[in-house]
């Protein structure tokens, strides 16, 4: 494998959050910050050093701060380790992302992200129906979602929109997406609520809207998005052309990428095999030793589901030469059992839209 050809990113994971939202089963803690994320960005800074057996001189393509709430942290933390890494960027104008809650953000606080090197904001807004955010849980309000959402203008930023929530009706799911429209957002994540084992909505009694009502909402979402410059890329991704996310795109198109941080994962292809592995969740395990668990080298057997997984999430398919493996032939000769099918294209590696419609089918073909 020449390695060097192979794109690499950096994914920070920052675990404070000031409530716990009971459908998240994200690796995060409650408590608070006080002073603990200095000593967390120079377990980070410490991870990154130590990694340098496994990724040697390669540069980082993207950054993503994500969590937990990143924007807990102290900007001095953010600055921090961004300064620690600054040789190490592809190139000066590489993407670093930075995700932020709205109860967080202030003109102020967003002036010295950018400062510190920050050039991307993702906005956890969900919703801006203050039923649909009571529903959820949030301890933000349509308010200072609304408040947050303006003070992006002008700045490359996305934004996080959940559906299929209680209470949610498709002129309230309408508005919300107006918010973003009226914004000049160009990029939203759009995804449907999930129910995870180990939250508390898995143990409650939830009124979710039904499959019919479902298919209402992303109905409206293509038409009003499509009507507004927005194409959908994949999955839950929608933006405005050129405004892909880069350090996403960068999974999908299985690309390596070495997480740090308590709980992240990371996936790194060296001469002879593709590894993943992931660190100890505790904050203070961590912040004591960066150790790394669960290490394990992708099989041959395995390695066909994970492309799968990956590769078909991007709409419209990617010609071969985008993505960053040889496909091994047995993924192939799988992918052509999908081409008779008429669930996966011809030319380009991808769904059809059949084989996108039923996506979650389509990739068994893989196993
Ligand atoms: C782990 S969160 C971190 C972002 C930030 N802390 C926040 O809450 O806005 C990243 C995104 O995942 C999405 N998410 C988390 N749990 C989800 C679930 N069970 N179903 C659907 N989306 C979920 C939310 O849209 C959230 O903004
Ligand atoms: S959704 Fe965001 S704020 Fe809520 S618990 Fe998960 S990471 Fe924390």
Redesign the pocket.
Known sequence: MLLNKIPLSLYIHLPW?ETQ?P????SNTTDSVNGNDAKLAEAIIKDINQSNDLIADRKFKTIYF????PSLASTESIKHILDSVKDRFVSEEAEITF?M?PSNVSEDKIDKLLIAGINRISL?V?SYNNQELQALGRNHDRESAIHATQALKGINSTI?L?YGIEKQTPESFTESLNKIIQSDINHL?L??????PNTIFYKKELKLPNEEEIEIIEFIAKNLLERNGFRQYEVSSWSKPGYESQHNMNYWQFGDFLGVGPGSHSKISNKAEIIRFRKIKPLEGYIQNQRSTDLKIISDNDLDMDLAMNLLRIKNGLQQEDITIKLPASFLKKYQKGIDAGLLLKNRIGATQKGYRFLNETIQLFF
């Open positions: 959050c939202c459908y998240c089963d994200f994500g969590g937990g709430t995700e809650n956890g969900q996080d959940i994540s995804y449907q609520l999930t129910i995870e």
